[in-house]
């Protein structure tokens, strides 16, 4: 269908600080490193940022731990088939750069693609007689085969992060703020549905609405009284 994706921040008591407006045709994750340099050039560099799994990539782990943004990402399932083998149940060798099965056997690397991922496969002879064969690749040839990132340590290091009490609170903070910000653009700002054909119309009707919704919340705080910070 044809819609439009709304690429949205806020702080953490739910102001909204920047937006930007594409297809619905492009992925999130092309979309976070303008996101953030808007943010840097209008209201400063943010200490941390808590993104939602379609932002979860290597090369965003990598920009947000570079420009020293504290980075703070959801756990996501494997995306293995059931009935197989996890990927984590292959142990990485860093020193050697190499997979290793659970039954003790090596994934030498092999190329890297275009895309960045470095390619690990199996000696087929040695998996053909391997009783876990079934459990581990569907392969005709008897090779497995592992992907691995060229930046992949910037998002093990994103997991590591994820388990710390710090980024428990800062995760936990966004169904309170931007969950709360996209639901109540969609079910009380008619933001659900767009009347207006046109990246540079919706984006104004964007800017509009989250302008409009960051008054109406500041006039809620001052009719409630000052702030104390």
Known sequence: MFAYS????????????????TGANVHDSRMLEPLVNQLVENIGKPNALAVDAGYKT???????????IRTVMPYTRPKTKD???????YVYDEYYDQYICPQ?????????TREGYRQYASNPLKC?????????????????MIHRHIWQDY????DHLRHTEKN????AQRKETIERVFADAKEKHGMRWTRLRGLKKVSAHAMLTFAAMNLKKLANWTWRGPCLV
Not at 168 to 171: A, D, L, N
């Open 168 to 171: 428990k609170k800062i995760y």
């Open 58 to 68: 290597p090369p965003i782990a990598k920009f947000l731990m570079e420009n020293e």
């Open 104 to 112: 003790g056997e090596t994934l030498s690397y092999r190329t890297t």
């Open 83 to 89: 009935g197989y083998m996890k990927k984590y149940e």
């Open 155 to 158: 998002i093990e290091e994103a």
């Open 6 to 21: 709304f690429h949205t921040a806020s702080d953490s008591r739910g102001f909204i600080l920047g937006s930007l407006v």
């Open 128 to 144: 053909k007689q391997c009783p876990l064969l079934s459990k581990c690749t569907q392969n005709k040839q008897h090779i497995k």
